[in-house]
């Protein structure tokens, strides 16, 4: 009997059982599909989708599409205005924004430390000077200050600090061994910022509440013109520019842009993925592995599920199968007709989990991301790859539906019938 043949009759057979058979057992089935579908796509989607999350923060508070930064051999951007300006002539811009960038140290409670052998109540930072306008366009950062209010272009004395430099808010406490997070650092509280030899006594203004993993976690915000008189830098040459472009830019195009116009020659320039920390792109591979181990034990599952399923079924038509094979139908269509069963169910089970997945899943994610402790984690569903796993999922669904239906379709025809082992 031709193979064709078999198909057309292993069809027929499988339609039957399937509209013959409980509305229950055809949903609990799909429903099993369903769950696997969505835990070899989604569990692997989470985990990649906490690094992307990271990766996301540092776009938005630090990088924005496009970074400039000094290159390791300078300690600014030479010809910094010159850089601004013609950034700011292009069409493809929407913000730009330039920053100070120093490390130094902030000190509190400095008046009431009076105990010589107890460590000072101060911690190393990142200082950075901003222009308050500019910043707040690019990165939003006025909406981070979860406690106290934001600076205003007029602000001076004044710093916006990382929640992880405060003692309520980060793990653990000590940062270093002998630098601790501040205690007792409330908005309007005073204290002593160091940078470049030079003190000054600040108030701060308020507190930047984020992750863990923010790049606004560990920083000092200040403004740009206080941080540079305490550099000393009267060359307005600053550190960094983020830049932001408009909707449909793409990164790639305009940084190779930017070194063809020669701003390559006196500054690091990097899309935001370039300019991510080292080791990020490592954790998401990492993640990814996870997420697939963790999604196959699924499909192992799903496969001994169906395995179950058919085998039951089979085994209590077994007399049935015997009377097929009786009458002359081949026991190839008989195990094709299991198989399309099988098929049929990861086939449903696969479009309502991809429908779950595309219609609400990735986007209720995208827009509001799932708030952990270590990021703001979306769901990471690239197609292509979420095709591999249903292809997956329905190879061996079927697989585990043609087993048990050889079995059965192996035992001689008239000890089927007759039920006799």
Known sequence: MSLFHNIRVGWYLAVRQIRRASLWTNGLIVFVMLLTFLNLVA??????????????????????????SNPSTKNYIERSQEVISFLRTLPEVSVVNPRY???????????????????????AA??????????????HLSSFVGEGTYLT???????????????????????????????????????????NGATREMTVRGIMVTTANSPLASKVIMSGDEL??????????????????????DPVAFRDLLLRSGVGSVAKVQTFSDALPSGVGEVESTFDQIGNAIGSIGLVVASITIFIVIFINAVTRRKFIGIL???????????????????????????LGLI??????VPYTTAHPIEL?????????????????????????????????????????????????
């Open 228 to 249: 540079r008189q305490l550099l000393g830098r009267d060359d307005y040459n600053v550190n960094q520019i983020a830049i932001l472009l408009k909707p449909g830019v």
């Open 356 to 361: 779950i997945l595309y219609g609400i899943l």
């Open 43 to 68: 569990v692997s989607g989470v985990l990649v989708g906490l690094v992307v999350g990271i990766s996301n923060l540092y776009r938005q508070q630090q990088t924005g599409d496009v970074f400039i």
């Open 101 to 123: 960038v120093a490390g130094g140290t902030v000190e509190a409670n400095y008046k009431t430390h009076t105990d010589l052998t107890e460590k000072p109540n101060q911690t």
């Open 126 to 139: 990142n200082l950075v000077g901003i222009d308050t306008v500019r910043e707040d366009a690019l990165s």
């Open 373 to 421: 402790p270590i990021s703001h984690a979306v769901m990471v569903a690239p197609l292509p790859g979420t095709m591999v796993r249903v292809a997956l999922l329905m190879f061996a669904t079927v697989i585990a539906g043609y087993i048990p239906a050889r079995m059965i379709v192996r035992k001689n025809t008239l000890d089927s019938i007759l039920g006799r082992n």
């Open 153 to 195: 272009p007029g602000s001076w004395d004044e710093i916006l600090i990382g929640s992880q430099l405060i003692d309520r808010y980060s793990f653990g406490g000590d940062l270093l061994p002998n630098i601790s997070a501040l205690r007792n650092v409330y908005p309007g509280s005073k204290v002593r910022v160091t940078v």
């Open 325 to 351: 094979k009786g009458i002359g139908i081949s026991g190839e269509a008989i195990e094709v007709s299991y198989m399309l069963q099988s098929l049929f169910y990861a086939t449903v089970g696969s479009m």
